[in-house]
């Protein structure tokens, strides 16, 4: 509730406004003057991405929680909610079960999520560090060469506001091997905050 930004900029005025009446009907002698004034409606647009599958499996009824809670609101202008597998490539999908028919293009889905969205990264942030650091081996139309950390590199690079919600915090460096290597990375370019209830 606290990441509402109400504006009144939008709309015709509907919505009575009871000071401005109660004072402008004062001023006129208490002949009433109905004032109305724009209503207020939260401008905030979200774009929500959870990791699926693996390691992320014990904490899906958390992940469910958020993903209710967030889809339940009605308190974003707007709140687009994807998936993903460990961490972005080329494809985004609707469904956590990540399935081909419901992959979607991360170039289309960027494209159609302007500046203004705000990102939120759902998480563990650990996988073998080639799927962060090197780009797929398999050659697609849709493929652009990008590796996991170029994905995320540009998702900051583009948008202001992110933020990395993760079940499990940890401090930089006390995650061994390449699992604990690509939590490392991910710390270094993302503020995390632990996913709690």
């Not at 401005?20 to 939260?42: E, S």
């Amino acid at each position: 509730r606290r990441l509402c930004l109400y504006s009144d900029q939008y709309g015709k005025e509907e919505e009575l406004d009871i000071k401005r009446t109660i004072h402008d009907t004062c001023q006129k002698a208490g002949i009433l003057q109905v004032r109305y004034k724009k209503p207020r409606r939260n401008t905030i647009k979200v774009l929500l991405l959870i990791d699926s599958g693996g390691t992320m499996t014990p904490y899906h009824p958390l992940c469910s929680r958020l993903f209710q809670a967030a889809s339940r609101s009605n308190r974003f202008k707007d709140l687009k909610i994807y998936y993903f597998h460990n961490c972005i490539d080329e494809y985004l999908y609707t469904n956590p079960s990540l399935r081909l028919k419901y992959e979607v293009s991360t170039r289309k889905v960027l494209r159609e999520c302007d500046k203004d969205y705000k990102v939120i990264f759902v998480g563990d942030a650990t996988m073998d560090v080639n799927e962060l650091l090197y780009p797929p081996a398999e050659t697609t139309p849709n493929n652009l060469g990008y590796s996991g950390q170029d994905w995320l590199k540009y998702i900051l690079s583009r948008y202001r506001h992110t933020v990395w919600l993760t079940p499990l915090l940890r401090e930089k460096g006390t995650f061994i091997g390449t699992w604990g290597e690509s939590y490392d990375i991910i710390t270094d370019l993302f503020d995390m905050y632990p996913l709690t209830v």
